[in-house]
């Protein structure tokens, strides 16, 4: 299942992104003792992040990973763990012991293998089953990037393992991903791309031939669980031809 929603700003999107994942999270907590939750980072969901802050939404249930992180401690400029503290985790009061972040001040290879093994203790996973979170948080860069899948990365046709470090070249930097089979096998994707420098991204996803070396998020545009996409106005132009 997928749909597509358009709204006039990139305020607007990402605050119908928010309300909307706080939806899903409320339905699965009415069904479960707690609930789960990958976020991404960039500039894109910093207004998502703040307008879930001021929800009246009880977070005491939910679990909060990171889609990817940055090779760098978590007080740097550049974490996207430190994006999520500064916007949503202290005005929600989201409690620490909810909380599941990539210790990317270590390695990048054993930062991956932590968080890797945190996950699957987490989900209580026997070996090669996926973790399903009840919503993962996604975006794309100009380059059809998600998640840290970037052009020319060949773990985008890794579907077992969880968690790998990879080497950015055009950033000359180093990160660390969730892989496709964690991201394919979400309850549900909420995706919030925004801006007119996306515009070829979305037209490569939604009108391309498959080339998942070439444009990485054609492969995640699909997931099984379903995914809704949230747009602002310059960045769904590709959508109406």
Same mark, same amino acid.
């Given at each position: 299942?997928?749909?597509?929603?358009?709204?006039?700003?990139?305020?607007?999107?990402?605050?119908h992104?928010? #309300?909307?994942?706080?939806?899903?999270?409320?339905?699965?907590?009415a069904?479960?003792?707690?609930?789960?939750l990958?976020? $991404?980072?960039?500039s894109? !969901?910093?207004?998502?992040?703040?307008?879930?802050?001021?929800a009246?939404f #009880?977070?005491?249930?939910?679990?909060?990973?990171w889609?990817d992180e940055?090779?760098?401690?978590?007080t +740097?400029s550049?974490?996207?763990y430190?994006?999520a +503290?500064e916007?949503?985790?202290?005005?929600?009061? *989201? !409690?620490?012991a909810?909380?599941?972040?990539?210790?990317? %001040? /270590?390695?990048?290879a %054993?930062a991956?293998r932590?968080?890797?093994?945190? *996950?699957?203790?987490?989900?209580?996973?026997?070996?090669?089953?996926?973790?399903?979170?009840d919503? *993962?948080h996604r975006?794309?860069?100009?380059?059809?990037?998600?998640a840290?899948l970037?052009p020319? %990365?060949?773990?985008?046709? +890794?579907?077992?393992n969880?968690?790998?470090?990879?080497?950015?070249?055009?950033m000359?930097s $180093?990160?660390?991903?969730? /892989?496709p089979?964690? /991201?394919?096998a979400?309850k549900?994707?909420?995706?919030?791309?925004?801006?007119?420098d996306?515009? +070829?991204?979305?037209?490569?996803?939604?009108? #391309?031939?498959?080339d998942?070396?070439?444009?990485?998020?054609?492969?995640?545009?699909?997931p099984?669980?379903?995914?809704?996409?949230f747009? #602002?106005?310059?960045?769904?132009?590709?959508? %109406?031809?």
């Open positions: 299942m997928s749909d597509t929603q358009v709204y006039p700003t990139p305020r607007d999107a990402a605050e992104c928010g #309300d909307f994942i706080l939806q899903l999270l409320k339905e699965a907590l069904n479960q003792p707690a609930a789960t990958a976020i $991404s980072g960039g894109t !969901p910093r207004p998502m992040f703040e307008h879930m802050a001021k009246r #009880d977070w005491s249930r939910v679990h909060l990973f889609v940055r090779a760098v401690p978590p +740097d550049q974490s996207n430190r994006l +503290d916007t949503l985790i202290r005005a929600a009061q *989201i !409690p620490g909810n909380l599941h972040r990539v210790q990317a %001040e /270590l390695d990048p %054993e991956a932590l968080y890797s093994e945190e *996950i699957r203790s987490f989900f209580a996973l026997d070996a090669a089953v996926m973790p399903q979170f919503v *993962i975006g794309i860069g100009p380059d059809a990037h998600t840290s970037f020319g %990365e060949p773990l985008i046709d +890794d579907r077992e969880l968690v790998a470090a990879v080497y950015v070249e055009k000359n $180093s990160r660390i991903t969730m /892989l089979g964690v /991201l394919l979400a549900h994707t909420a995706m919030l791309v925004c801006g007119a996306k515009v +070829d991204a979305v037209g490569h996803i939604f009108h #391309d031939k498959l998942a070396r070439k444009y990485p998020a054609q492969a995640l545009s699909h099984p669980g379903g995914i809704t996409w747009f #602002d106005v310059p960045a769904a132009a590709p959508l %109406e031809s």
